[in-house]
């Protein structure tokens, strides 16, 4: 498991809608305004990066592996692509490419330079995902209008990193991931929108983090390049998080949940309230595996008044220790993070929300009590300190 990447909770009929990689799921990510051509070549990059062994899921199935992949695009490809065209290819961009990408110079060599240069270090399947011609086709299109873009996201986990940029207008988004080589993993482009009327409203009730130590924010933030959450009204302003510890979060066996820092480590209550819901007999899932038929796992809500409900999912099994009715004040201990439900890895999914429904009730950003850390994707931040 090279890198982790937790996705959406969302009730079975909804997967099953947006089961595949491909048209639905990916449909989903651009505006209205875009014309249609635009939105299927654009969607052509985001196949790319659905291709790529990175990707893991945290409610529905966004991700495939590798040889669903492969089976994917090729019928992606198929009705505009022979395979002899793609060898062909190969071969000549091959012998006409002399310069290493990095991030560094990413950006540029997008806009004003080799895009054959790009392409030769998309991993194998990427390259099996889209032909060259398709890339350069998307990468133009997207890019009409866009003058410069200004890096917002510098993120490594599992020997890759992310870097994400902005351009001028805040309009368009670009996601690459990188191995430790500079080999491109994953590429995703996309129009980018804010709901600027809800980012403004935070929770009446200050919560403090629901637990102890230093953790990493995997996904959060008000766009969908920090925070994949941001396009679904019910869960906007949910929070990822996961522990790392020099650069990875796991050490050993990345099928074990033992080898995750994360798991088994004690949850709290983000504020006082009362325990409206539970489920707590949920197994922990083998890494990698995913529950799509309990997308929220284990899970506490509690209502805190003024119609602001938390909800803390993915807990492990039989360790939640409070029971529905229960009072409780912040700090107590309502169980340990686990790795139940569709969930990649072991990690702490947190949201407000205005119900104690996941998926019928809307997101609310937190007010956090220690406003001096900013939970957004890529920041290390210091919780309730360890005893």
């Known amino acids: 498991m090279k890198w982790s990447i937790n996705r959406l909770h ?22 209205a305004s875009e014309n249609l051509q635009s939105r299927k070549n654009w969607k052509v990059l985001a196949i790319a990066l659905c291709a790529c062994v990175i990707l893991s899921a945290c409610g529905n199935d966004n991700s495939i592996t590798s040889e669903q992949g492969e089976k994917q695009s090729a019928e992606q490809t198929s009705n505009t692509n022979e395979t002899g065209k793609n060898t062909e290819q190969e071969q000549t961009y091959g012998s006409e490419v002399s310069t290493m990408v990095t991030p560094d110079n990413f950006i540029d060599t997008l806009m004003n330079g080799s895009k054959d240069a790009i392409y030769s270090q998309f991993s194998p399947e990427m390259k099996k995902a889209m032909t060259l011609e398709q890339f350069k086709t998307s990468a133009d299109q997207f890019l009409q209008g866009a ?84 396009e679904h009204e019910t869960q906007r302003y949910a929070l990822d998080i996961v522990r790392t510890k020099d650069g990875f979060s796991f050490n050993g066996d990345a099928k074990v949940n033992a080898s995750y820092y994360a798991f088994g480590e004690p949850l709290y209550a983000a504020a006082d309230g009362t325990v409206v819901e539970i489920k707590n007999d949920i197994p922990d899932n083998t890494p990698g595996v995913m529950n799509p038929e309990e997308p929220a796992g284990n899970n506490v809500v509690i209502d805190h008044g003024n119609g602001e409900y938390s909800i803390t999912g993915h807990i492990k099994e039989g360790s939640v220790a409070v029971k529905k009715g229960d009072k409780v004040k912040q700090g107590d201990l309502i169980g340990e993070l686990g790795n139940s439900g569709n969930s990649s890895e072991a990690h702490l999914h947190f949201q407000v929300s205005d119900g104690p429904d996941l998926f019928t009730s809307r997101s609310i950003n937190i007010r956090w009590a220690d406003q001096s850390q900013q939970l957004t994707r890529g920041k290390t931040i210091q919780a309730l300190p360890e005893s």
């Open 147 to 230: 003058t410069t873009f200004s890096q917002v996201v510098d993120a490594q986990m599992n020997n890759l990193t992310e870097y994400s940029w902005k351009n001028q207008t805040g309009t368009k988004g670009i996601q690459a991931y990188f191995s430790k080589e500079n080999q491109i993993e994953g590429l995703l482009i996309q129009p980018l929108e804010t709901h600027e009327d809800t980012d403004q409203k935070f929770t009446k009730t200050a919560f403090q983090f629901p637990m102890k130590g230093e953790w990493y924010v995997f996904w959060g933030g008000n766009d969908v390049m920090s925070n994949y959450h941001y």
């Open 10 to 31: 969302e009730p079975r009929e909804i997967q099953d809608q947006r089961s595949n990689c491909g048209k639905d799921q990916l449909e989903s990510n651009y505006v």
